[in-house]
C-alpha cells in the first residue's frame, strides 16, 4: 500500500532495486542479481559497476555487496533527530535497570523506525536493531507515537500502509485500533502483548517535546512468560522516570 510517484525515474528506482536484492541476497553475483530481479545482465552490470564507482557497492572478486558508506549516511540521519542523543542515555539507563531490552523508536513516513537499542547481558536477543522498520499498530512503541498523533494523520498513516497481522494477536480492525489507542491515552501507556513477535510482549509511553507534540517513544521488551503483573508495574515507573527526564532535557537543551 505505498505511494508511488506519478514520474518515478526508472534508472534511479532501478539502482535501489539492486541495492536492496544486495542486501536480502546477502551480496551476491553480478547473475544473482539479474535472475532476482529479472533484468538483463548487462543492465545490472552498468549499475553496479556506477555504484562501485561511487563507494555504495564494493566488490570482492566476483561478489557484490553493499558497502559501509551507508552507515555514514544512517548515523547522520539519526544525529538529526534531537531526541536520539537526549533519550540514548536513558535508554541504557532501562536496559540496565529492567535487566531487559530498552528501545527507542520514531515514525517517518508511516512506519516505526527503531534509532536505539540497549540491551542488558540476559535479555533476549530481539530484532529491533537501529534501522529497522515496522508497521506502528502492531507494536507497543509505534501505538504509544499513534495514540497521540492528529486523528486525520492516523488515518492517513492507516490508509497508506493497513493493519497487516504479524501475528495472530495484531490487532487488524480499524475501530478495535481506534479503541486501543484511546485506552493508550487514558493510561499513558501502551502494551504489545505478542502483537509483533510470538513470545514477546513490550510495554511504551510517548515521548513529547515542549510544544506537546510526539517525537518518539521508548519502551521495555522481555519474555512474556517473564513479565508479570508486578513487574510491568516496576517496568512503567522505570519508564515514567526515563519519560521525565527525557521531556526535561528536551524542553531545556
Known amino acids: 500500500m505505498t505511494r508511488e510517484s506519478k514520474t518515478p525515474v526508472r534508472t534511479t528506482a532501478r539502482s535501489f532495486d539492486i541495492i536492496e536484492t544486495l542486501r536480502y541476497l546477502d551480496g551476491a553475483r553480478l547473475t544473482e542479481v539479474a535472475d532476482h530481479l529479472d533484468l538483463p545482465d548487462s543492465t545490472v552490470h552498468n549499475h553496479l559497476t556506477t555504484l562501485v564507482q561511487r563507494g555504495y ?85 509505534g501505538k504509544a507515537i499513534l495514540a497521540y498523533l492528529p486523528e486525520s494523520r492516523v488515518e492517513e498513516i492507516l490508509d497508506r500502509r493497513g493493519l497487516p497481522a504479524r501475528t ?11 479503541a486501543e489507542l484511546k485506552a493508550v491515552r487514558e493510561r499513558g501507556y501502551a502494551v504489545d502483548d505478542e502483537e509483533r513477535v510470538r513470545g514477546v510482549q513490550c510495554t511504551a509511553v510517548a515521548i513529547k517535546n515542549e510544544n ?20 510491568r508495574e516496576r517496568l512503567l515507573n522505570d519508564l515514567r522516570r526515563a519519560k521525565n527526564i527525557i521531556e526535561l532535557k528536551l524542553a531545556h537543551s
Open 57 to 141: 557497492v564494493v566488490r570482492n572478486e566476483n561478489t557484490y555487496r553493499i558497502s559501509l558508506r551507508f552507515l555514514e549516511f544512517g548515523e547522520y540521519a539519526r544525529s538529526r533527530r534531537k531526541i536520539y542523543e537526549v533519550a540514548r542515555p536513558e535508554v541504557d539507563k532501562l536496559a540496565a535497570e529492567t535487566e531487559e531490552s530498552a528501545n527507542l523508536l520514531v515514525e517517518e513516513d508511516g512506519r516505526g523506525v527503531y534509532v536505539y537499542n540497549a540491551q542488558a547481558g540476559d535479555a533476549i536477543p530481539l530484532d529491533t536493531h537501529p534501522g529497522k522498520h515496522v508497521s506502528l499498530h502492531a507494536t507497543a512503541l
Open 168 to 178: 495472530p494477536k495484531t490487532i487488524v480492525d480499524r475501530e478495535d485500533l481506534f
Open 212 to 231: 506537546g507534540q510526539v517525537i518518539g517513544a521508548i519502551s521495555v521488551s522481555g519474555p512474556a512468560s517473564r513479565i508479570d503483573g508486578d513487574l
